[in-house]
Nanobody, 120 residues
Framework: VQLQASGGGLVQPGGSLRLSCAAS????????MGWYRQAPGKERKLVARVSSGGVPDYAAPVKGRFTISRDDARNTVTLQMNSLKPEDTAVYYCNAHIRRERWYGWEDYWGQGTLVTVSS
């Protein structure tokens, strides 16, 4: 199983970016999908996650600005980021809780990370 993230880049404060992440490989089921971020010199933290039922959960700093969604037919999770601030600058990682086969246990998988830089 692999998670492939895309969509990072440089944006000015107040701008928008859209991150996407696709899971591929042998997948029986996907539970929670989400995005984390890690700023330079800081620990990785949850940004947003969405349950298998489509219920989102956001970290306080991004509430009202970011929107997470998932497409179970395509095994993708998307993070729409609006009103970006310099403090949103970080490497963003997608994450998914996946069961490869029905007789396997659930495992956490991570994407490779995509850099988001918010600067004028």
């Amino acid at each position: 199983v692999q998670l492939q993230a895309s969509g990072g880049g440089l944006v000015q404060p107040g701008g928008s970016l859209r991150l996407s992440c696709a899971a591929s490989g042998t997948i029986d089921n996907i539970d929670v999908m989400g995005w984390y971020r890690q700023a330079p010199g800081k620990e990785r933290k949850l940004v947003a996650r969405v349950s298998s039922g489509g219920v989102p959960d956001y970290a306080a700093p991004v509430k009202g600005r970011f929107t997470i969604s998932r497409d179970d037919a395509r095994n993708t999770v998307t993070l729409q980021m609006n009103s970006l601030k310099p403090e949103d600058t970080a490497v963003y990682y997608c994450n998914a809780h996946i069961r490869r086969e029905r007789w396997y246990g659930w495992e956490d998988y991570w994407g490779q990370g995509t850099l988001v830089t918010v600067s004028s």
